[in-house]
């Protein structure tokens, strides 16, 4: 069975500071990678998706990046947080044929 | 512009009754219809899909579509406290994987 893992589960970070999100999926390959993000009280906001090694799409934006080095690794990553990007920060994967995404459990980023 | 609205809720119903909740899309080209449920502090889960319009039975839980109306929405009988979550209404449209996500319905289920 397939299973996705994300790390650290808690972080907090001072503005300014750099960010690195890692995601890693087992037992299946050449999966869709996404990162999302859910802000306090808000739906979850597309940021990058990954359909193989290197290949990414930005959503939206920002001041964060994304990279997949491996075909089941995917990292999410900052130069310099904002407060606003405090939030809960998910990893999902899917078959190409897109059946359904399968979310990770998530990391919560307070940016102070 | 591509859209999934949900009624933030929340939606209250006894321990034992039928919970009923509700999503609109406002892009007809949308295909495929996905629920999750959210408990507080953790990850989505998904818990049904639909693609044909009609309704989708899987145990307690029954997905249905109407794709003239735009409207999809997820039965759950004989609710237990521990259906109390957020209900996510996802869409997806045409043939990439991307999904757009409704703001989600908190269910509580009442003893």
């Known amino acids: 069975s397939q299973t996705i893992h994300q790390w650290p589960a808690t972080l907090v970070q001072p503005v300014g500071s750099p960010l690195s999100l890692e995601c890693t999926v087992e037992g299946t390959s050449n999966p869709n990678l996404y990162w999302y993000r859910q802000a306090a009280g808000r739906g979850l906001q597309l940021l990058f998706y990954?359909?193989?090694?290197?290949?990414i799409s930005s959503e939206v934006p920002q001041n964060l990046s994304a990279s997949r080095p491996q075909d089941r690794q995917f990292i999410l990553s900052s130069k310099k947080l904002l407060l606003s990007d405090s939030g809960f920060y998910l990893c999902a994967w899917s078959l190409r044929t897109g059946t359904g995404q399968y979310f990770g459990p998530g990391t919560r980023l307070t940016v102070t | 512009q591509k859209e999934v609205e949900q009624n933030s809720g929340p939606l209250s119903v006894p321990e034992g009754a039928i919970a009923s909740l509700n999503c609109t899309y406002s892009d007809r080209g949308s295909q495929s219809f996905f629920w999750y449920r959210q408990y507080s502090g953790k990850s989505p889960e998904l818990i049904m899909f639909i693609y044909s319009n009609g309704d989708k039975e899987d145990g307690r839980f029954t997905a249905q579509l109407n794709k003239a109306s735009q409207y999809v929405s997820l039965l759950i009988r004989d609710s237990q406290p521990s259906d109390s979550a957020t209900y996510l209404c996802a869409v997806r449209t045409g043939g990439g994987n991307k999904l757009t996500f409704g703001t989600g319905t908190q269910l509580k289920v009442e003893l």
């Open positions: 990954s359909v193989g090694i290197g290949q």
